[in-house]
């Protein structure tokens, strides 16, 4: 009897990894809105649209639907001159597609490339990082248990329009 497994996803997903572009940001925009508390605005969404780095900023498709996204982007590290870190702006899967690995492979998809280009393109990169809300105890056990993220300092009233608007510093040396 076969009726019922076809509504049942188990295990991790197979999926591609596909770039943001202007073609499909909206996509992006539509992810964003279902999975954040946040309103991101439309100046975040033409940067991503021009970035054009599916290394750092990618969809995950899963049978050719956008199911999550991740976006990220080389900054300074403010008292290092010379020195950037990755700063994770967004990471989402829409929530029917949780717990299937799609949020883990996002981060190892651009893990991977920076372990890849540590002595090439991104030789100036010494850590990667992100703002996590304080009550979001899942974002903190996924990042620190499966990455070995640290929590950092408590950064209060980062938030302006939700509820803790407190967060913390999630981040990984990579050097």
């Given at each position: 009897?076969?009726?019922?497994?076809?509504?049942?996803?188990?295990?991790?997903?197979?999926?591609?990894?596909?770039?943001?572009?202007?073609?499909?940001?909206?996509?992006?925009?539509?992810?964003?809105?279902?999975?954040?508390?946040?309103?991101?605005?439309?100046?975040?969404?033409?940067?991503?649209?021009?970035?054009?780095?599916e290394n750092l900023c990618k969809f995950a498709y899963w049978n050719g639907f956008a199911v999550g996204a991740i976006c990220t982007r080389v900054e300074a590290i403010p008292d290092c001159p010379g020195r950037h870190r990755i700063y994770i702006m967004t990471l989402g899967v829409l929530a029917a597609y949780r717990n299937h690995g799609i949020g883990s492979k996002l981060v190892s998809s651009v893990l991977d490339h920076i372990a890849s280009q540590r002595d090439g393109q991104l030789y100036t990169v010494d850590e990667i990082m992100l703002h996590v809300q304080t009550s979001n105890e899942d974002a903190m056990k996924f990042y620190g248990e499966k990455f070995g993220f640290e929590r950092g300092e408590l950064v209060e009233n980062y938030y302006k329009r939700i509820d803790p608007p407190h967060c913390y510093i999630l981040r990984k040396k990579l050097r």
């Open positions: 009897n076969n009726n019922n497994n076809n509504n049942i996803i188990m295990g991790t997903l197979s999926i591609d990894f596909g770039m943001i572009n202007a073609d499909n940001v909206e996509q992006l925009k539509k992810i964003n809105q279902a999975c954040f508390p946040v309103t991101y605005n439309a100046s975040f969404y033409e940067d991503m649209a021009k970035k054009h780095d």
